[in-house]
């Protein structure tokens, strides 16, 4: 598939001419006469161009222009509007479009519009019959004549009332414009294209054409026309000669060698008519197009859907080419960083093993010293210490100042186990690793931390022979300490013995003296799992 490439097709009622435009300038043209054996010809011609963009330029003399005003309507109405205009005006050819031209200034304010059409179906049959039987992506048919008002926008040549003349190998081209609003084209023939021939016809069919345009009331009496020729060569001498100023007309002539340099056509020395600059249009830019019907471009449709595939599908593959490269980046700098931390572990390995060989002799290996040193801090760590369990105590004590604390014993359970049974007692430990981590306790015979046990003996005070508020102290001290999920609780003497068994004996009416609300808690505080 071709992106910078284009075929260009010029199209007169005697031939059609095939240029490939590459890179900014098309190539010698191939012409194909307007019979059967030119229409053969250039069927075989395209036999090879179902890839390249191919724009038809229809140079012809049958090409019709009407000037008319519409409503003023929008959307769907104002399309079938439009649409039942043109069939009206051209009802017997399929080639036709219509250009709105601004809106009358007074009344209704109606839509100025430019219908314009190709009215001999039968000229462009066989040739549009070739393009589709090859399937060749045909973009649009175009007009010269409407392709004239970019020329002239290119060219700064805008004026209210101009006349721009082109000579092309079709014949001699007539386009009024007003302002950069075409309003009339006209295609003379020419009997050869010899320069005097040029020059008469040039000279006697502008005036035709100011008078045309002054009957037509396009062209208001007393306004000058301005008539711009584009001519090469003898024939821009002989025009100059013949085509003299009047006070309805007033003539300006151009060289097709300097408006080609002013297009950017390469070898614009080499431009004897008006052809190339019209190619060059249409190579240069995508216009719309003005006269293809829908299935005429449906080829280029699908080109341009196979075009955006390919570009999808070289983004992907360049997306995937991208993050593999970065990929195999990342991994080059892995495995560097990883060759280099090899390097620095091997060093250090060397260095420790120096140092370990320049120490003096000792009694103990440094693997037993390390392992000497893992134990004693087991045996530290897993010894008991009653910190803890008082640290709780006085807590708990903070929220009942009515409890005073007369004797605490501390011990340790004797029901602590090892973390080895009997039979595996009998076996050495393991020697430890110099490398590996140090060994769990329990695997080398040390005792688990064992539980701690601690009496509490106090008393309520002041006391004043009231047992129910001193029961109820040593309940919400044993609550208190009960919510530490470690500790468990258990009250072996209370400041009343309320059992059921137990014989209530006193006087009443008289406290009696030294009287006190002792009370004994038991507390076990097993080791954290």
């Known amino acids: 598939m071709s992106l910078f490439r284009r075929q260009l097709l010029y199209l007169t009622n005697d031939q059609i001419t095939a240029y490939q435009w590459v890179r900014g300038s098309h190539s010698v043209g191939r012409s194909f006469p307007n019979d059967e054996t030119g229409w053969d010809a250039f069927s075989r011609h395209l036999a090879g161009s179902q890839d390249t963009p191919t724009y038809l330029l229809a140079d012809l003399i049958e090409e019709d222009f009407q000037l008319d005003s519409l409503p003023h309507v929008l959307g769907r109405s104002r399309r079938a509007l439009v649409q039942r205009r043109l069939g009206q005006l051209y009802r017997d050819t399929p080639y036709r479009q219509a250009i709105q031209q601004g809106r009358e200034e007074h009344g209704r304010k109606d839509d100025r519009m430019l219908f314009s059409a190709l009215t001999n179906v039968g000229l462009l049959k066989p040739w549009l019959g070739a393009i589709l039987e090859q399937k060749v992506p045909l973009t649009g048919i175009y007009s010269p004549a409407l392709l004239s008002a970019t020329l002239i926008k290119k060219l700064g040549l805008a004026s209210d009332n101009l006349l721009l003349v082109t000579h092309q190998s079709s014949g001699l081209r007539q386009s009024f414009f007003q302002g950069s609003a075409l309003k009339f084209s006209r295609l003379t023939p020419l009997a050869d294209h010899h320069p005097d021939t040029v020059a008469d016809t040039t000279a006697r069919e502008t005036a035709n054409t100011q008078q045309f345009l ?124 990883s060759q280099q931390m090899a390097m620095e572990t091997n060093v250090a390995q060397s260095q420790y093993r120096a140092a ?115 029961l109820e102290s040593v309940r919400l001290l044993a609550a208190e300490l009960g919510k530490n999920k470690q500790l468990q609780v258990e009250i072996t003497r209370q400041p009343l013995d309320i059992k059921p068994s137990v014989i209530l004996s006193g006087n009443t009416g008289a406290e009696e003296s030294g009287t006190k609300a002792r009370f004994i808690l038991k507390l076990t505080l097993r080791p954290e799992s």
């Open 214 to 337: 002054a009957s037509a009331r396009l062209l208001q009496r007393g306004v000058i026309l301005d008539t711009v020729i584009l001519a090469h060569g003898e024939s821009l001498a002989r025009l100059q000669a013949a085509c003299s100023d009047t006070p309805a007309m007033a003539h300006r002539f151009l060289d097709l060698t300097d408006v080609a340099t002013q297009l950017g056509l390469k070898n614009p020395g080499s431009v004897s008519r008006s052809d190339p600059l019209f190619l060059s249009l249409l190579g240069h830019a995508v216009p719309s197009s003005h006269y293809a019907q829908a299935e005429q471009t449906r080829c280029y449709s699908l080109w341009q859907a196979r075009l955006v595939l390919y570009i999808l599908s070289a983004g992907t593959v360049m997306g995937a080419l991208l993050s593999a490269g970065a990929n195999s980046l990342d991994s080059l700098n892995h495995y560097q960083q």
């Open 356 to 470: 370990i060989r320049s120490l003096p002799p000792t009694t103990a290996s440094p693997q037993n010293m390390k392992a000497a040193v893992n134990i004693e801090q087991m045996i530290f760590r897993n010894a008991p210490s009653p910190a803890q369990l008082l640290g709780i105590v006085s807590r708990a004590l903070d929220t009942l100042p009515q409890i005073r604390i007369d004797q605490l014993n501390w011990a340790v359970s004797a029901k602590a186990e090892t973390a080895v049974n009997s039979a595996d007692s009998q076996q050495p430990p393991p020697a430890p690793s110099a490398q590996g981590p140090a060994p769990d306790a329990a695997v080398i015979g040390i005792p688990k931390k064992p539980n701690q046990v601690l009496l509490l003996e106090g008393e309520v005070t002041p006391f004043g022979n009231d047992y129910r508020t001193a």
